[in-house]
């Protein structure tokens, strides 16, 4: 029995077996927030319907306390859930005290040291719900086009994305670095079963401390023989928006408990614009307008707004203390005075980063260089501008890994394409079609300094029936950080790996 299916169990009596989120007592009653990690309900300990034992059991509850209650199922609109439990029996299997976790405002910091705690709270518990369901919704749509999963091997001798950030171990003496990506193994996969994916953890060892990596991250990298950078722009489309539709379908109790603004996610279900490179960066630098909005322009009325808004904020801030500090506030009102200053001050320091970031970012989107890669601050730019995620292809192939093909039409492009997310996400799809080619493939394998002779076998691959084909990875983290709206990559995996943090 579960609380999820609490609503076919009204009038009758259940058994529930869960840890007490909460407790709050009153004259001869205890109410009691149960959850069991599927749901959430409140419990209603009456003294007149339990033993002596047994209630005062309830009124020492401390937060995280296990417990099995027995009681009667009852409607109630006003409850989490619509329903109450009223209590017949209750049993404690542990009593605790001093949770750590209290209702009170956390740092980050403190909370990740307690990730294995924190993960019961829950925001996280929705977040996590929702990963779930994104899980499940890349697999069935693989499954019902046809893919076949199949696993990388995490050890492995060759270097897939750059050597910069490898992973090294030792393998039997020998070097062996933890796996990038699955992608090289996908694409002898794919001549092998024509369509296939790999769902599987990857590593990056990223020393540096941003919103967008971790150093253990789960990829998703289907892999396709006969395919071409734009039909794999268009598997890229169909597949997300799948996934959105299935969260957005499966999780509207989880999405409301986050606060997700659901706008964003609804438009996302229309095309995408697909852009080269050249265009994306005559929008940056701001010599293209898109909708009629121009990227430099948008950045420094914003910038205005912000400013703006600050100063109202200051000066609420400074009335509320004020009348704060004249004495014979009642107590209500004193609380309900201090609860605001302190969201207002939260706020403020939203608006405090947005005042440090939106100058960066004009300078960053001034000064680009056409030729270099996009970062951080080109991709926030650009898809501000945009409602829903959009596709870059078309690369100065010096920028990308060195297996993409060239375009055959102006080969200083190499046909790569990265899925960017709106609202300041940014890259979360990276992909592109193959260079078919070996002799092609071998210059590039020497440009980039890589040992040759442990890409022989992938070399093979192009001697004995080469086709065109096509693939990408999608970092499940960073979509679930987008889809979720989270600040943070490290709130969408439930142990996050990253510079700085091995433990718990
Ligand atoms: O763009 P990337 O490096 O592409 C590849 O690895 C290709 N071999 C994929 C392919 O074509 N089969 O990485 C793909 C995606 C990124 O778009 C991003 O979502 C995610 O992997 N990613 C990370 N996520 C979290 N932390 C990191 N350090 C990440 N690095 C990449
Ligand atoms: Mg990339």
Known sequence: MYIKDIAQFEGKEIELKGWVANR???KGLVFINLRDGSGLVQCIADQSKLTEDEFNCAGKLGLESSIEINGLVVKDERQIGGFEVQVSALKVLQFTEDYPIAKKEH??????????????SQRQWAIMKIRNTITFAIHEFFQKEGFIQMDAPIFTGNACEGTSNLFETDFYGDPAYLSQSGQLYGEAMAMAFGKIYTFGPTFRAEKSKTRRHLSEFWMIEPEIAFCDIHQNMDIIESFLQYVIKKVLADCQHELNLIDRDQSVLKTSLEPFPRLTYDEAVAIIKGEK???????????????EQVNQQY?????????REAKLAIPGMKKGEINFNQNK?????????????????????????KNFEYGNDLGGSDETVITRLFDKPIMVYDWPHEVKAFYLKRNPESPRFARGVDLLAPEGYGEIVGG????????????????HDLPMEAFEWYLDLRKYG??????FGLG?????????????????????????????
């Open 341 to 365: 200053v302190a969201t207002l001050k939260q706020e403020l320091k939203d608006l405090e980063e947005a005042q440090r970031n939106i100058p960066q970012w004009i300078a960053s989107a």
């Open 466 to 471: 080469t086709v065109p084909h096509a693939g």
């Open 311 to 319: 100063q109202k904020m200051e000066a609420e801030i400074a009335e």
């Open 476 to 504: 499940l983290e960073r979509l679930v950080t987008w889809l979720c709206k989270l600040k943070h990559v490290r709130e969408s995996i439930p142990f996050p790996r990253m510079y700085g943090r091995l433990l718990p």
């Open 107 to 120: 740092g980050i910091d403190f909370l990740m040291d307690k990730r294995h705690l924190w993960l019961r």
């Open 24 to 26: 709050r007592d009153s």
């Open 432 to 447: 592109g079609e193959r260079e078919t080619d070996e002799q092609k493939l071998r210059e590039k394998i020497i440009e």
């Open 289 to 303: 307008d898109v909708n009629g909005q121009n990227s430099i322009k948008s950045l420094e009325d914003e910038l």
